[in-house]
């Protein structure tokens, strides 16, 4: 097409291609290319023979049982690599097979239907194995260990933490508000209950609550007590590069392994940028990050810290399940506004699951937004936000303010980038 330029994003399972004019410039702002380990067995191998931090697997030699809590459907861990190196080493320090259970930590998230685990486990460990599918709102599932120095109950799920060894299986990456995920955080929110989470991510809203921020992050050191509190033993995490490729493995002392793995995420991740823009187009990275609106909401959260006031941001997010959060749908069912949104969370204090309207709202407050999904436009509109049929529209819906001289960004893994202002600080 005359007078245009091709351009390509991540969406859901594949990509979105649209158009900008030939004098638009637009700014790349993706984490940096890394390449993908050679041999991934290996790196988890090498990892498990040299833990960080003060533990030692071989201590557990000859306990009854191992709780192995892992990640579901929303995150891309490649459980494929890392779990048959993992079960083969404490295989070889005497552990009995039938000692294993494994617990996907879905949070406050749906449960995953049965017939959904081998999306993210391989067969052999379905066959062989028990897979538990945490609930939070299973009152008689959970057991209560107290308090955080914060004041966060501790209910987490109680087979988890009655086993002899509670070891935690995930990935390193930006968090909007946690500042990076991974360590303990798969175990103490994944096998969490709805109190704990609702408790710990009110801190949201913190100072130091923010994307990138691990050392002085309120909500994440919170994430840490409990994590301690409940007793994980061991952390095995991965760091993917945006082709969700393992770079680099982990293993040891949870909090050791998150201390160096904040490291290596921000070297990968984290992308100086000098302006703030007129316009970001942002994909949360494909499937799973736009798995749903729950999930594809961090890109957006991520790509307004780039946008200027009363700019636009385009999210092309497939979201073939919709909203992802029935707490989420049924918030949005009592108000109109963004401004309600946020009048009703001062009024009636944190609701998790309703606080991805709240964290839209507040965007919303500071910039235009569209969504182009796979979504009903109804049910998009439910939402408060604006659906577009394809993106080329959306570039063309807010072509009135693109002329010479225009800001614009592309990101193509917004959930994974963690935009740093020159001027600004991550921590």
């Known amino acids: 097409m005359t007078g245009l330029t091709e351009y390509q994003i991540p969406y859901g399972h594949g990509w979105l291609s649209f158009n900008l004019p030939e004098w638009v410039n637009p700014t790349l702002v993706n984490p940096n290319d890394i390449p993908g380990a050679a041999n991934p067995y290996t790196l988890v191998e090498d990892a498990l023979l040299h833990p960080v931090g003060e533990v030692d697997l071989k201590a557990f030699h000859d306990v009854g049982s191992v709780a192995i809590a892992i990640s579901d459907k929303t995150r891309p861990v490649p459980h494929r690599q890392v779990l048959p190196p993992l079960l083969e080493y404490l295989k070889k320090l005497g552990i009995p097979e039938q000692a294993f259970q494994f617990y996907i930590g879905t949070g406050t998230h749906p449960v995953m239907a049965a017939g959904e685990l081998s999306a993210i486990l391989p067969v ?159 994909s949360p990275g494909g499937h799973p990050k736009d798995i749903n609106v729950y999930q594809a909401q961090k890109a957006l959260a991520h790509a307004t810290l780039m946008t200027r006031a009363g700019g636009s941001v385009i999210l092309a997010a497939a979201c073939p399940e919709g909203i992802g959060s029935r707490g989420h749908e049924e918030f949005m069912s009592r108000v109109n506004s963004h401004q309600e949104v946020i009048d009703i969370f001062q009024e009636e204090g944190f609701q998790v699951g309703a606080h991805k309207a709240l964290q839209i709202a507040q965007a919303a407050n500071n910039v235009r937004i569209f969504l182009v999904s796979d979504m009903p436009s109804e049910e998009v509109r439910g939402l408060l936000l604006t659906p577009m049929e394809d993106i080329n529209q959306a570039i063309s819906k807010v072509s009135a303010d693109l002329s010479p001289g225009v800001r614009v960004a592309v990101m193509p893994r917004a959930s994974s980038t963690i935009p740093q202002l020159v001027a600004a600080t991550s921590r």
Request: glycine content about 10%; hydrophobic content about 40%; overall charge neutral.
């Open 124 to 282: 052999e460990i379905l066959s062989r194995y028990k897979v538990l599918c945490h609930q939070c709102d299973d009152q008689e599932a959970l057991t209560n260990l107290g308090r955080t120095s914060r004041g966060t109950p501790v209910w987490v799920n109680k087979q988890y933490a009655q086993a002899d060894l509670r070891i935690v299986v995930g990935m390193i990456e930006p968090h909007q508000f946690q500042g990076f995920s991974g360590g303990v955080k798969g175990a103490a929110i994944g096998l969490a209950g709805r109190l704990t989470i609702n408790h710990n991510h009110s801190m949201m809203s913190e100072e130091g609550s923010r994307l990138g921020c691990y050392e002085r992050n309120p909500a994440r050191q919170d994430v840490e007590e409990i994590g301690e509190i409940i007793g994980v033993h061991f952390a095995l995490n991965v760091i993917l590069n945006y082709r969700k490729e393992i770079v680099r493995v982990i293993a040891g002392q949870p909090r050791e392994v998150m201390v160096k793995g904040v490291l290596i995420s921000r070297e990968i991740n984290q992308v100086q940028v000098e302006q703030l823009f007129d316009l970001v187009i942002a």
